[in-house]
């Protein structure tokens, strides 16, 4: 029996970010495998003992059932977009996957890269903002940091 693969994707809930979501849903999970939603807030001072821990290690690894209850992520100060919760139940349900989320604080091009060594990811989907070359100068792309440093396959998906 092969392994499972963990097929990661970077979600900030924007609308190239679900775009890469339904992407790989579509192209990339089979059955089986564990699709991990890797969230990466920015920084924010938490008075919280676990925020202060999970700021280094990120959050638990969080259960689709559990990330789909408000209650549950006003622990994690932020709740998904009903669109993503309806992409990743249908998808657990068609392609009997595993659907987990870990959350991160800080420098999204730092922390996605962390998550691929740490969760360990086998690969990695992630959207793509469409800066013009100047911005990408200027403000750094996520998305070439990320392909650049990743220790697994990366595919941008274009907004």
């Known amino acids: 029996m092969a392994s499972v693969r963990r ?5 900030d809930f ?3 970010s679900i775009k890469a979501l339904q992407w790989t849903v579509d192209n990339v999970v ?3 495998d564990h699709l991990v939603l890797i969230v990466v807030r920015h920084d924010s001072n938490y008075e919280h003992g676990e925020m202060q821990l999970w700021k280094t290690t990120g959050s638990p690894l ?3 059932s559990e990330f789909s209850e408000p209650a549950v ?31 991160y604080w800080g420098d999204a091009r730092e922390k996605l890269c962390e998550a691929v060594d740490q969760v360990p990811l086998d690969y990695l989907t992630l959207g ?5 070359p100047l911005q990408r100068v200027i403000m750094g792309s996520v998305s070439n940091y990320v392909v650049k440093h990743a220790t697994c396959p990366v595919t941008v998906v274009k907004s």
């Open 14 to 16: 924007s609308s190239c």
């Open 62 to 64: 969080i259960p689709l």
């Open 73 to 103: 992520m006003k622990n994690y100060k932020f709740n998904p977009k009903p669109e993503v919760i309806d992409i990743v139940q249908t998808a657990a349900r068609q392609n009997n996957i595993t659907v987990i989320m870990k959350i």
């Open 128 to 132: 793509n903002r469409g800066l013009g």
């Open 7 to 11: 097929v990661g994707v970077a979600v």
């Open 30 to 32: 089979k059955e089986g």
